[in-house]
């Protein structure tokens, strides 16, 4: 009885932890250089996609960009999955111009949650054969992530102690030797 008291303590106090924790946010900072042109702007890392596709694309609209000496001014910014070409787009608001940069996917995780990682990619813009290079940096470095089931995990096997609880009880087991 004392091993599942304590079996039971340790599943409530890591489940508890693991729920407490809290975002790490973080201003990322992006610059994407193709020519003589460089753009700089910045994305909270907690922070959800305007819009998604799953499989696709996290697109983030309203995002102030600084190209050189123009001012800064709002534009709507793609990020594209490996399936979908990878690299990014950056657009006029409303689907107005656009710069397309294929090459490989800039972000980890799913479109809903992109996680970036500080490093910098060479993106292509076809059909032009302009080349262009991507610096994330200020990304959060963290831990390993808890996978997104371990609370209902938890959950589970506290219902099945309490169960096994309940069922010695019921049927008079004892659970001394």
């Known amino acids: 009885m004392r ?3 304590a079996a039971f303590s340790l599943l409530v106090f890591l489940t508890a932890a693991g729920m407490a924790a809290p975002a790490q946010a973080a201003l990322i900072r992006f610059t994407f250089t193709s020519g003589t042109v460089t753009g700089a702007f910045t994305i909270d ?9 799953p499989g696709k694309y996290a697109d983030y609209h309203g995002v ?12 709507e ?7 979908d070409g990878g690299g990014i787009s ?13 090459g490989p996917q800039v972000f980890a995780g799913l479109v809903t949650q992109p996680q970036f990682e500080n490093r910098t990619y060479t993106l292509l813009r076809a059909p ?3 080349l262009g290079e991507l610096t994330i940096s200020g990304a959060p470095v963290s831990a ?10 938890a959950t589970a096997l506290l219902g ?18």
């Open 128 to 130: 032009y054969g302009a």
């Open 3 to 5: 091993n599942s008291r």
């Open 160 to 177: 099945i102690v309490a169960l096994g609880g309940v069922f010695r009880k019921t049927t008079g087991v004892s659970s001394q030797g």
């Open 144 to 153: 390993v992530p808890l996978p997104p089931g371990l609370p209902l995990f």
């Open 77 to 83: 910014l793609s990020f594209f999955t490996a399936t």
């Open 45 to 53: 890392s907690v922070t959800a996609p305007t819009v998604y596709s």
């Open 64 to 75: 102030d960009i600084s190209f050189g000496n123009f001012p800064t001014r709002p534009y």
């Open 90 to 102: 950056i657009a006029a608001p409303g689907g107005g111009q656009k710069s397309v940069f294929g």
